[in-house]
């Protein structure tokens, strides 16, 4: 069986290994993922509207929010593990973020997904929640006053 990845930036096919764990295109010089942590993390714009400089990152592993900061926080966050081409490819990422409200490259969470984003367990054995991308500002509000209560009243239980 041989196993290959395609580059959606350029199209270029590969079926070197490597490529096809690291994600990464020789040709565009290009990430399929977000390296930090492939594939278990994303970056949305907090607030639609433009001007404004707030961002979190969203961990798929723990289905939550594991950090909130402005775009040059972000840049530096991305730059850390991917080496030489590390500036340009986190302003690729954040042009992606600022255009688009996500960093995932089929639009989970961007302005337009009208699909909810998954919530981890609120405790042991709760089950789990959703929110909605257009809750996404409140949540930032709340977590940022340190109000519990509020960010949890954000969240809809999976039916």
Known sequence: MTVSITFPACGTTSH??????????G???DWTTVRRHPMTSMIFKVDPEPGTDRYMIWSTVIDGPTRFGTRDDMIAWLQQPIG???????????????????SDRAG??????????PV????????????????????ADAIEARDT???QRLFVRYA
């Open 84 to 102: 030489d081409d590390s500036p340009a490819q986190a302003r690729r990422v954040m042009r992606r973020v600022d255009d688009t409200g996500t």
């Open 120 to 139: 981890g367990d609120m405790s042991p054995g709760d089950g789990w929640y959703q929110i909605g991308r257009r809750d996404l500002p409140a949540l």
């Open 16 to 25: 070197h290994p490597t490529d096809v764990t690291e994600g990464y295109c």
């Open 108 to 117: 989970r969470g961007g302005w337009d997904d009208v699909d909810p984003i």
């Open 149 to 151: 209560d509020a960010a």
């Open 27 to 29: 040709r565009c010089h």
